[in-house]
């Protein structure tokens, strides 16, 4: 994570293609006393950045037209003192460390409060937090996975299956138990 000052012009850029949670998101920086734009797209926001180059941006990492992460490089091509957050559902290491070598100051899962996104865009917890107490157990790290590639096939037990390289009926066997313990 870089450790610079936050530029005092506020004005920062929402670039999700999400609608309620940029519109949500956009309302409450504004009142916290930024200066937003918002984007739905990558087209959208590189509209936005050629009238208005931004000392702050939120960047979701899978939008519909490509990955955010093009939208980071032309945000530093246009300002390198511009902090930019990668947000997004789709969390793991691989990404975070392809945001953070495109420029991104930090990079979040979703979903994140405004109070941890603020803190993040204006350096305000530069240190890095502890390891948690309890992690999860290597077995329970497998289940949620399969869980969210088996809600992100909408359930569809033969497509999880071809995703994660794995027999319908191991599949099925792993979906019928509970999650295991931490």
């Excluded at 890095?128 to 909408?154: A, G, L, T, Y």
Aim: glycine fraction near 4%; proline fraction near 8%; hydrophobic fraction near 40%.
């Amino acid at each position: 994570m870089t450790q610079t000052n936050p530029p005092l012009d506020k004005s920062l850029l929402i670039i999700d293609d999400d609608a309620p949670l940029r519109e949500r998101l956009a309302k409450t920086m504004a009142k916290r006393g930024f200066t937003v734009s918002t984007a739905d797209s990558i087209a959208q926001a590189r509209a936005s950045i050629r009238w208005n180059v931004p000392n702050y941006a939120i960047v979701d990492l899978k939008l519909n037209d490509g990955s955010g992460l093009e939208i980071v490089d032309e945000i530093h091509a246009a300002n390198t003192k511009a902090r930019v957050i990668v947000l997004t559902g789709y969390g793991n290491i691989a990404t975070a460390v392809t945001a953070i070598k495109h420029g991104a100051t930090d990079y979040l899962p979703k979903p994140a409060d405004a109070d941890a996104i603020e803190r993040t865009l204006m350096n305000l917890n530069p240190d890095v937090p502890p390891p948690p107490s309890n992690p999860m157990s290597p077995d329970r790290v497998k289940w949620e996975h399969i869980q969210r590639v088996f809600s992100e096939c909408n359930n569809n037990v033969s497509e999880t299956a071809r995703q994660l390289k794995m027999h319908r009926r191991t599949l099925q066997r792993i979906l019928a138990k509970h999650a295991p313990r931490n």
